[in-house]
């Protein structure tokens, strides 16, 4: 409800940005009191927005802030399911996986949204951190509910990879690649993480949390070595708010594909990679893999050839590139 | 320290079973007050332990509850780490699963044990039910903490299921049977059903939870059609407690070797598997595989045959077996 009448104001103030709207055509749009609407600028106001008021004239929005508010992030946003239902944002979370994973726990139904400015624990794969500075990432996580069992989970990781790395592609003109099996990587930086962790029986998944992390407009001083960001990539600022609701719509519309058909985007994920082809040396558990990327198998794994010809199905692990 | 005192309480009474021994004798060889003995000796008899006190002799113990206390199951127990740390006992419990969970959530060790006389929402696959009555059956759960990827889980939930068919076997010289992927059968009908879920992400397990439930001395009356128990199979009554340390003790031995060399056990889960050889269905998520079983994996994986011999690799599902 808040954030329904939150959402519907900066409607309304947007729709006539040119002119000033008084609380009376407001509170008549929407249905609600003039005490209300003053009730949910002030709101507004102290999340950072600046809305001039003028005696007899009325309010003028003068500036958004740069902020992921769920009312931003649901408002326009095409999706059926995803980010539709319950978004729940933070300016600050130990970590967005963890949130999503409690919520999931608690019975939170597929398409829950979790968004934070910043994590101080932000999780990435085999234990490590993903860095998660205040300003200019995207750090989210949804929850799934697939009806699958847990070999189709690389499936899913490779099909987000190729969402996000479509999408950057397609604002940025940048050419982001997919490095197997969960990073994205442009001009051989990485830009984006992502972490799955699920929640299973053999025979099924109970539940999946796709986390993603992205440098959008994070400064250079704030992402660790090896990384970049799309601002450092173009030198343009990314409305992240645009953003995250086409990554969201982009991945609905794969994720649902891929609910009927399964990993039908094999192929175009593997357009995406920029491992196949390549030397890899790949540590999985206590194993060391070393060959050549030759393929992406049905569900995901990468397919990797030995120095005697020998085919070698990788499920997970950590990959080096050679070559 | 509770369960350290009522175990060794117990121990010296039943060291003395023949003679009265008395309070001065207790606190003497336990290094505690002769107030402190009392007071557990209270403890004791609440929980159900006939202790004969009579003036100027001592102590005798009569009798001890059927129940599987965790100062009865960690007595003797002959394990590194499985049921030798935390172990976690209740009268009743929504699902033994469910609180190892928990438990492991909160960052509990692998060998942490949950034990249950009776589950009310007691869990078994594909979401069903595990019917668990009070009175005669082995509820527990194990947290495990295995350093592998989500497909070697199979060869987990086989090895557990190998290692509780042989303890029957040894015990009761009844021909118990796994049919995969984690059912035990004894002459056709099921005395035990295991239930292993994961927290993980697709490079490696955070922790594995593995749910046992064993109709033991269960009446005939409170087990579901298809199901019987090792009382209604051999006429005896099987002491609980002593099982259930069998259990743990040769459960931790096949662990041990799994964690060292892998699903090495595999030919010993094949020469107990009642599925190799028979006509098979399995539902598998939507879709449905018939054939032969002809094969167990390298990592527990079901290979069936179909009618124009091609094979199937199944990770996991729901079988029938005919023929």
Redesign the interface.
Known sequence: MEVDIKQKILVFFRKNAENYVSGEDISTALGVSRAYVWKYVNKLRNHGYEIEAVPHLGYKIRSSPDKLFEYEVKNGLRTRTIGKKAVHYSESIDSTNNRAYELAEAGEPEGTLVIAESQFHGKG??GRRWVSPKGGGIYISLILRP?????E??GI?LIAAESIAKVINRITRLSAGIKW??DIVVNGRKICGI??????????V?FLILGIGINVNTPPGKIPPGGTSLKNETNLSVNRVGLTRDLLEEFEKDYQRFKKEGFSLRETCKGLSLTLGRKVEIR???RVIKGTAVDIGEKGALIVKNGKGALQRV????VTLFG
């Open positions: 794969r085999m009806d699958v069992g847990t070999d989970i690389p990781t099996p969960n972490l799955t962790e699920i929640k299973a029986q053999p025979d099924r109970d999985e558990h206590d499920f997970s692990g950590d």
